[in-house]
């Protein structure tokens, strides 16, 4: 189950209200699914949005996901763009985490697009 803020959040985000947080309902996503596109299965983790898993306990559930995230984010899998003037970055959300960092000019201006494809709606890998 993913929401606006995990169960275990530790970074700064935005304040919403509370009527905005209560308008803001939680998300079920699996764990585990595979892009149609290319075949492979990927990991669905947010270690910030996470709020539990169905079914399983809550120090079970946050065990499992730390040792995911853990898994996932291993050296050998990151990739850490070095930014030049006029790079642009474009990644397929089904396939990556990514994460906002601030090792930049903070006196300079970027942009953010996001493009929004209409697609599948994500379904759980079979065991």
């Known amino acids: 189950m993913h929401a ?6 530790d970074r700064k985000a935005t304040d919403l209200t509370p009527e ?6 939680s998300a079920a996503h699996p ?6 596109d290319n075949g492979r299965i990927g990991l669905y983790l947010s270690p910030n949005r996470v709020t539990g898993i169905p079914g399983i306990g809550e120090d079970e559930a ?17 990739y850490r763009h070095k930014w ?6 474009i990644w397929d959300n089904r396939s990556v985490l990514h ?3 601030t090792d930049y000019d ?3 201006y970027r942009y953010l697009y996001r493009v929004l494809i209409e697609g599948e709606r994500p379904l759980a890998e079979a065991a």
């Open 84 to 89: 030049r003037k006029g790079d642009m970055v």
């Open 31 to 36: 764990i585990a699914r595979r892009n149609p």
């Open 20 to 25: 905005l947080l209560a308008a803001t309902p």
């Open 106 to 108: 903070m006196n300079e």
């Open 4 to 9: 606006y803020r995990g169960a275990r959040y």
């Open 62 to 78: 946050f065990a499992l996901l730390a040792g995911l995230f853990d898994h996932a984010t291993q050296e050998k899998y990151i």
């Open 99 to 101: 994460q906002a960092t």
